[in-house]
């Protein structure tokens, strides 16, 4: 299979894509229109924003950047799902505390349109709190629930993480560990069984709330992504719990739950 058919055979399998080449650059326009005439009117592309607006400019300074990268994005039309702001972990040279960081990150969210999606991941644990999802919860902004190491899962949380009326789910795992054990990404080789019925326990109770889930699987997490969801999707018909929506001859990998 040649890589331009890649996308279009992806789409056959899952409806919806994390697109990781976003944060290092923008697209071009004909990439972007790529993307959309290769995928099926239902297909749903979350995207994370540059670094150059996460990491280098850090929110500062950077509108241009953000507008080319919205306008771009909205070249797919109904099939852009969440806009993601990946943060890295910021050291204290470069906030001295949280509060640093949301006196920068508040007034950056107001300006943001109202009518897209986004969500906010953070990478410094510590500063996860009621404080932040409140602020979150304020702009209809999803916080980004990570299964990676260091990071609490969401029922370590001493707040609700739920911040809108959808959520997003990203498993990570342990990118160096699993990587000191493998270099090819077609099987899995840690077993993440325990944890991925703590996650089908967890997503069960957001559904009941009405609360849509988009998760993602990275290879990191046990060696190859769409055995995660494959082995999520187990767990959860294994629990009796109520079938989770399917495309005809198509394993859903985000939005598991509309």
Known sequence: MQSRDYLSFYAEHFDSVEVDSTFYACPSVNTVSGWFAKTPDNFVFSVKVPQTITHDKVL??????L???LDTMDILGTKLGPIVFQFPFFSRGIFK????????LVPFLKKLPADRKFAVE???KNWLDAELANLLRDHRIAL??????MMPSPTELK???ITSDWTYIRW??????IEAITQTWDKVVIDCTQELSSWVDFCYQVRKRGVTVYAYANNHYQGHG????????????GKGLPEIEQRPSALRQPRLFE
């Open 67 to 69: 507008k080319q990268f």
């Open 159 to 161: 707040f609700d993480p």
């Open 97 to 104: 505390d949280r509060h640093e960081f949301l006196d920068r």
């Open 60 to 65: 500062v300074d950077c509108q241009a950047e």
């Open 144 to 149: 980004v629930l990570q299964d990676r190491s």
């Open 172 to 177: 990570l795992g342990n990118r160096k560990g």
């Open 122 to 124: 953070v990478r410094n």
């Open 226 to 237: 769409p055995a995660t969801v494959a082995s999520f999707v187990k767990l959860w018909n």
